[in-house]
T-cell receptor, first 116, second 110 residues
Framework: GAGVSQSPSNKVTEKGKDVELRCDPISGHTALYWYRQSLGQGLEFLIYFQGNSAPDKSGLPSDRFSAERTGGSVSTLTIQRTQQEDSAVYLC??????????????FGPGTRLTVL | GENVEQHPSTLSVQEGDSAVIKCTYSDSASNYFPWYKQELGKRPQLIID?????GEKKDQRIAVTLNKTAKHFSLHITETQPEDSAVYFCAAGRTYKYIFGTGTRLKVLA
C-alpha cells in the first residue's frame, strides 16, 4: 500500500521567504509527527497531531514555524521568513493510533530545505 | 528535559564482526524503545523494538537489550554484512512521544 509521502522532495529558497512543506500520511493513520533532521544530527521532534488537533507543539523552534492538519489527513508545515539555520531535512511520520505505543511510526522520504 | 544519548557516533567494523550501539535515556517513564535504520538518502525504517517489561529481544542477526534500572539499552548486530551500513537511531518513547538519539553511522568494511 501507499506509504507516507512528502512534497516537495527538495526546496531551495532565499532567506526571508516563506515555505510550505506537505505531508500525506498513510490512510487511516490518526497520529502525525513532524521532525527536523540537521546534518549529522538526530531526529528533532517539532509537533504532534492527533486527528486535526496538535496537543504538543513544544518542539517548534520559534513562532516562525507553524503547522496544520485538515480532514485528519494532509498536514502542512509552514516556515515564515526563513533563515539559513532552518536548512535541514524535514521528516513527517504517521502512526495508526497514538494510544498504543507499539504502533510503528512510518516515515516519509523527507523534504530537504536549503535556505540561501 | 527528556534526553537520549547515543554512542558511538561512528562505528567501523569488518564484515562478519559484531557491532554494538548503546543508548541512555533520562525519562524514567519511557516504556518503549524502537531502533530505526536510515540508509543514505532514504527514510528511517523500524528494524526492532522492545518494551519495558522485556529485557532482551532477538530477530535473526539483530538483538536489543534493555536495563531499566540503569536506563540504558543497546543494539547488537552479529555477522555484519555490507548492507548493514547505515545510520542507526535509538529512541525512547512513552504515550505518543519518541525522543531520538543523535544516530550512529555504521560502516561495514568488506
Amino acid at each position: 500500500g501507499a506509504g507516507v509521502s512528502q512534497s516537495p522532495s527538495n526546496k531551495v529558497t532565499e532567506k526571508g521567504k516563506d515555505v510550505e512543506l506537505r505531508c500525506d500520511p498513510i490512510s487511516g493513520h490518526t497520529a502525525l509527527y513532524w521532525y527536523r533532521q540537521s546534518l549529522g544530527q538526530g531526529l528533532e521532534f517539532l509537533i504532534y497531531f492527533q486527528g486535526n488537533s496538535a496537543p504538543d507543539k513544544s518542539g517548534l523552534p520559534s513562532d516562525r514555524f507553524s503547522a496544520e492538519r485538515t480532514g485528519g489527513s494532509v498536514s502542512t508545515l509552514t516556515i515564515q521568513r526563513t533563515q539559513q539555520e532552518d536548512s535541514a531535512v524535514y521528516l513527517c511520520a504517521s502512526r495508526r493510533t497514538s494510544g498504543v505505543l507499539t504502533d510503528t511510526q512510518y516515515f516519509g522520504p523527507g523534504t530537504r530545505l536549503t535556505v540561501l | 528535559g527528556e534526553n537520549v544519548e547515543q554512542h558511538p557516533s561512528t562505528l567501523s567494523v569488518q564484515e562478519g564482526d559484531s557491532a554494538v550501539i548503546k543508548c541512555t535515556y533520562s525519562d524514567s517513564a519511557s516504556n518503549y524503545f524502537p531502533w530505526y535504520k536510515q540508509e543514505l538518502g532514504k527514510r528511517p525504517q523500524l528494524i526492532i523494538d522492545i518494551r519495558s517489561n522485556v529485557g532482551e529481544k532477538k530477530d535473526q542477526r539483530i538483538a536489543v537489550t534493555l536495563n531499566k534500572t540503569a536506563k540504558h539499552f543497546s543494539l547488537h548486530i552479529t555477522e555484519t554484512q555490507p548492507e548493514d551500513s547505515a545510520v542507526y537511531f535509538c529512541a525512547a518513547g512513552r504515550t505518543y512521544k519518541y525522543i531520538f538519539g543523535t544516530g550512529t553511522r555504521l560502516k561495514v568494511l568488506a
